[in-house]
């Protein structure tokens, strides 16, 4: 056994000892000390109360969570997440109310304490920023932080509600301090049911899923009828006021009130297991744990998680590139996995680079486990392939801002890409691009490589769930490429009678050389119905096809790379883009779109919303020149806007010589409908500020920005 998970397991006191000094000398080796007469001012204590740039942050103290402080925070409202967890569909992966009955992934997010990046509501500025885009192998997420309540950032819960993934808070108490907080926890059965409510509460407003619940302390034998009262409370409230919530035991403090990691559910931590929703088991376990523990569990062995450090801190198969040996193991004892700090490729910054690590390190887990979330399930379905990160914004193929930034709200659903290793044999290298310009948001879709005349290479986007009506469905997408490369989509259908038709949806060309082709291939190959250019310059170009399935399931989706047979068709001799050699193939998949007849988005008119500004503040910079900050909020006249998954914000700095939209100016995104607005420099000669709120539909469609709702602010002694 590893000396650290000795320790960990057999002197329990010292190992806590040991975590705490490494937690100290880590804080200090990241801020040492500056020399005497150097040290910059203190900042002001942190006040919530105050207007300000809106964060995500954690509770520090049981009194925060007892007075309910936090919804008197200018920040409570930024950090609501509206989206929800979309319905299962077919039985298929997670989603829906009930995690699905097979062995289950949870992914424990622990990154540096947590609040990095991911702390500010309407993005930050790293472009490098981390983030996760396999969602599709993921059915549970928890966001982990050592602070006393850590409540996840809305942009995790957006991003993963969205792909169908549960997100769970953490409450923990460790070391000395921790011990003092479960005492007063655990005064009474009414004070310990007491807090369990105000976590519910905060799970709820903020709308993720519930809680990790991590009690990394030693209590008294007595303490532990008060800690059973907290923890079945818990998740009795959780249930009744979030149907499919969770609420998931660490093992850590065994029910006899001694903090002994067991590494397996056995009769030392069942009583919690009975109380809840599932159980997180310690890293140090051995081959024979998941077998042990699924006998113990019985009907409820998917509820039990065995736990997996990818740091390989004396975890079973030592993690890092390896975690795929624990998982295999855990598999085959058909129990759940909990994946703990997957953010180890980014911060030991794996070569040669975070993309193509986080691919590889994801597609061990895909290879051992496979893909556990299955979309589109529902239409209209959209996805433009943003990570969440990149270094500019396009709007329709137009770009409208060139500097770094990160939001994990902004990203769509996420294309399933096979990773395929670290050589280059495969004719045709497929990735997300965030440098290349972009057809709406802040990525793409690249295929470079080499074909030959007549040849194709397919590449999965997305495994789906979708089971298709009557009416036909439309597929639009938009795509840039050089020469004679081209770019179609091959989908994959099962019948009523689970009868496989595969359809080929193919780009604009020679109608005949194209059937000639594929024909063979597919059950049905069309031919696109419309074909738009955007723009002159762009080079995209949206192709729209539709098709009727009524009855059929759409399982997958895959881009279809290929060059038709010939040498030089007349497309390609009236094509003026330079050559790129008679195999080089290069084509960008901007975006994609699937929708039916009646799913077109239908924006209400701008009179019909109310928009207004609150904590308006003016202020000057050192240069004299005007600043603003304020808050927008706006809300339809009618109904809420909930079928309106964001909003992006701009601003016409508007002067007497200006004309409309001629300087609007890309500000943010909201998906809560607020935004706030912090020193905007207000240039000398500006009349007026307006805000327009861009309304986008969940087809990716967004309303005109003349059309749009705004707000009027006019400047001071202008």
């Known amino acids: 056994m590893p000396l650290l998970a000795y320790i960990k397991t057999h002197y329990p006191r010292t190992f806590s000892a040991f975590k705490y000094l490494r937690s100290f000398l880590s804080s200090i080796m990241e801020n040492p000390t500056t020399t005497a007469g150097d040290d910059p001012p203190a900042p002001p204590p942190f006040d919530p109360s105050i207007p300000a740039v809106p964060i995500s942050y954690p509770l520090q103290t049981l009194d925060q969570l007892e007075s309910r402080a936090y919804f ?20 298929g992966g997670g989603g829906g109310v009930d995690l699905p009955q097979r062995p289950r992934i949870l992914v424990c997010h622990d990154m540096a304490g947590g609040y990095t990046d991911d702390k500010f509501v309407q993005g930050g500025t790293n472009g490098d920023a981390y983030a996760i885009w396999h969602w599709y192998l993921i059915d549970v997420f928890v966001y982990f932080s050592h602070n006393l309540v850590t409540l996840p950032p809305p ?22 301090e921790g011990k003092k907080r479960a005492d007063e926890l655990l005064t009474t059965k009414e004070s310990a049911e007491m807090y369990a409510e105000r976590l519910a509460e905060l799970a709820v407003a903020l709308g993720f899923d519930g809680w990790l619940i991590n009690m990394e302390v030693n209590l008294d034998v007595g303490q532990i009828p008060n800690l059973k009262a907290f923890v079945g409370h818990l998740s009795e409230t959780m249930h009744s006021s979030l149907p499919g919530s969770l609420v998931i035991w660490y093992d850590s403090v065994t029910v006899d009130g001694d903090l002994s990691w067991q590494n397996q559910l056995n009769d030392k931590n069942k009583t919690f ?11 140090s376990w051995e081959e024979n744990f998941p077998k042990l523990s699924a006998d113990v569990a019985a009907d409820r062995k998917f509820d039990v998680y065995m736990g997996i450090d990818v740091f390989g801190r004396g975890t079973y198969g030592d993690g890092e590139w390896t975690t795929n040996v624990a998982l295999d193991v855990i598999k085959k004892n058909d129990v759940s996995a909990a994946i703990f700090a997957p953010g180890w490729v980014y911060e030991t910054k794996q070569s040669p680079d975070f993309q193509t690590a986080q691919n590889r390190w994801w597609g061990l887990v895909e290879k051992s486990w496979g893909i556990v979330q299955n979309y589109p399930k529902a239409l209209p379905f959209y996805s433009n392939f943003d990570q969440g990160h990149g270094f500019h914004i396009y709007s329709n193929g137009n770009q409208v801002s060139q500097t770094s930034w990160n939001n994990l709200s902004s990203q769509s659903f996420q294309p399933c890409i096979e990773y395929s290793g670290d050589s280059t ?28 005349n007549g040849a194709e290479f397919t590449a999965r986007l997305f495994r789906g769930e979708l089971l298709l009506s009557d009416s036909s469905i439309h597929f639009k997408y938009s795509v840039k490429s050089s020469g004679n490369s081209l770019l179609g989509l091959a989908l994959e259908f099962s019948s009523p009678t689970k009868e496989t038709k595969a359809v080929f949806l193919a780009a604009s060309g020679n109608t005949l050389l194209t059937m000639n082709q594929f024909s063979r291939f597919y059950t049905n190959v069309i031919m696109p119905r419309g074909v738009t250019k955007v723009g002159e310059e762009s080079g995209w170009v949206l192709q729209e096809s539709s098709i009727n399935m009524s009855g059929h399931t759409l399982k997958e989706i895959r881009a279809v790379c290929y060059k038709l047979k010939l040498e030089k068709s007349p497309a390609v001799a ?5 050559s790129h050699g008679p195999s080089e193939y290069n084509a960008v998949l901007g975006d994609i779109k699937i929708f039916s007849g009646g799913d077109n988005s239908n924006f209400p008119p701008s009179d019909s919303w109310l928009v207004g500004g609150e904590f308006v503040s003016w202020s000057l910079d050192s240069k004299g020149s005007k600043k603003l900050s304020v808050k927008i909020v706006w809300q339809p006249k009618i109904g809420d806007g909930d079928i309106f998954p964001k ?29 706030y607005v ?10 007026g500020l307006k805000f327009r709120i861009q309304v986008c539909g969940p087809d990716g469609d967004r309303q005109k920005l003349e059309e749009s709702p705004f707000f009027l602010v006019k400047v001071e002694g202008s």
């Open 647 to 675: 909003y992006n914000v701009y601003v016409d700095k508007v002067t007497s010589s200006s004309s409309e939209n001629q300087d609007c100016e890309f500000i943010g995104e909201a998906v809560v409908k607020t935004f």
């Open 574 to 578: 009236a094509d003026k883009t330079p």
């Open 425 to 452: 044999t495969q004719p045709i290298q497929v990735s997300i691009d965030l440098k290349g310009s972009s057809f709406n948001g802040g990525g793409n879709i690249t295929f470079t490589g080499n074909l030959n």
């Open 678 to 687: 912090s020193d905007l420099e207000v240039p000398s000669g500006t009349s």
């Open 273 to 283: 297991f009975d109380l809840c929703d599932g159980i997180f088991v310690n890293y």
């Open 72 to 91: 008197n925070s200018f920040h409570y409202p930024f950090n609501q997440s509206p989206v929800k967890l979309p319905p299962a569909a077919g039985g």
């Open 155 to 176: 942009c995790w819960t957006n991003t993963a509600h969205r792909h169908g993934v549960k997100v769970l808070g953490t409450f923990i108490m460790e070391w000395d």
